[in-house]
C-alpha cells in the first residue's frame, strides 16, 4: 500500500527558531500533498495544499509567512515552522494524495510529527 | 460552513458490536471517510464510501449512509482490543475528494 513517512517524529526547539519537518511518499509519486495541524482531542485542521513544483495554497487563517512549505519533488513536501513560539507546539501531520481504486482519489497520511516549542 | 459531528466516546466489551455515528452538513459531499487513529500515530484510512451508495462492507466493517439525513456510521463487528482507537469521519468538500473536513473524532474503547 501506499506508505508516506514524517521525519522528524518528535523535535523539542526553542522560542525564536526555526523547524523544518519533510514529508515523503515512499512508494509512489505525490503531485498534491497536505499539511494538517491537530491539537489534543481536537480534529485535524488543514493548514495547506502543497502542490510539486508551484506555490502552496494556505486555507484562512494560516500565516504563510510563517508556515513556509516547500514541494520540490513528486516525493516531498517540507514545511518549516519560522520563529516559532509555544503556541505553534502541536501535532503535525502531513498526506500525500494517490489515485486509488475506482479512480477515486485517496489521501495517505504520514505517521505525524509533535513539535515542543520551548 | 462545512461541519463534521461525531459522538466523543464510544465504550464496547470485546466481542461485541461498536457503530460509531456522524452527521454532515454538506450535501453536495462526494466521497464520506471513515480513518483510525493510534496514540500518537497518524491517521489510517479504514474505508469509504461513494455518496451515490447506501452501504459498504469491508470484512468486519460496515459503512451505512443515509444521504437524506447526512448521516453515516461506521459498524465495527467482533470488536477486537486492537481497535481500540480514535476513528475520525470526513466529508470531501470538492468533486475530486481531495478537500476533506474532518469530525473531531470519536474515542473507542475497547474492554476485555
Known amino acids: 500500500g501506499a506508505v508516506v513517512s514524517q521525519h522528524p517524529s518528535w523535535v523539542i526547539c526553542k522560542s525564536g527558531t526555526s523547524v523544518k519537518i519533510e514529508c515523503r511518499s515512499l512508494?509512489?509519486?505525490?503531485?498534491?500533498m497536505f499539511w494538517y495541524r491537530q491539537f489534543p482531542k481536537q480534529s485535524l485542521m488543514l493548514m495547506a495544499t502543497?502542490?510539486?513544483?508551484?506555490?502552496?495554497?494556505?486555507e484562512q487563517g494560516v500565516e504563510k509567512d510563517k508556515f513556509l512549505i516547500n514541494h520540490a519533488s513528486l516525493t516531498l513536501s517540507t514545511l518549516t515552522v519560522t520563529s516559532a513560539h509555544p503556541e505553534d507546539s502541536s501535532f503535525y501531520i502531513c498526506?500525500?494524495?494517490?489515485?486509488?481504486?475506482?479512480?477515486?482519489?485517496?489521501?495517505?497520511f504520514g505517521p505525524g510529527t509533535r513539535l515542543t516549542v520551548t | 460552513g462545512e461541519d463534521v459531528e461525531q459522538s466523543l466516546f464510544l465504550s464496547v466489551r470485546e466481542g461485541d458490536s461498536s457503530v460509531i455515528n456522524c452527521t454532515y452538513t454538506?450535501?453536495?459531499?462526494?466521497?464520506l471517510y471513515w480513518y483510525k487513529q493510534e496514540p500518537g500515530a497518524g491517521l489510517q484510512l479504514l474505508t469509504y464510501?461513494?455518496?451515490?451508495?447506501d452501504m459498504k462492507q469491508d470484512q468486519r466493517l460496515t459503512v451505512l449512509l443515509n444521504k437524506k439525513d447526512k448521516h453515516l456510521s461506521l459498524r465495527i463487528a467482533d470488536t477486537q482490543t486492537g481497535d481500540s482507537a480514535i476513528y475520525f469521519c470526513?466529508?470531501?468538500?470538492?468533486?475530486?475528494?481531495?478537500?476533506?473536513?474532518f469530525g473531531k473524532g470519536t474515542t473507542l474503547s475497547v474492554s476485555s
Open positions: 498526506s500525500a494524495l494517490a489515485l486509488g481504486l475506482a479512480s477515486s482519489y485517496e489521501q495517505y
Open positions: 512508494d509512489f509519486q505525490a503531485t498534491t
Open positions: 464510501i461513494f455518496s451515490n451508495m
Open positions: 502543497s502542490n510539486e513544483g508551484s506555490k502552496a495554497t494556505y
Open positions: 454538506d450535501s453536495s459531499s462526494t466521497y
Open positions: 470526513a466529508e470531501s468538500i470538492n468533486q475530486a475528494g481531495t478537500a476533506l473536513i
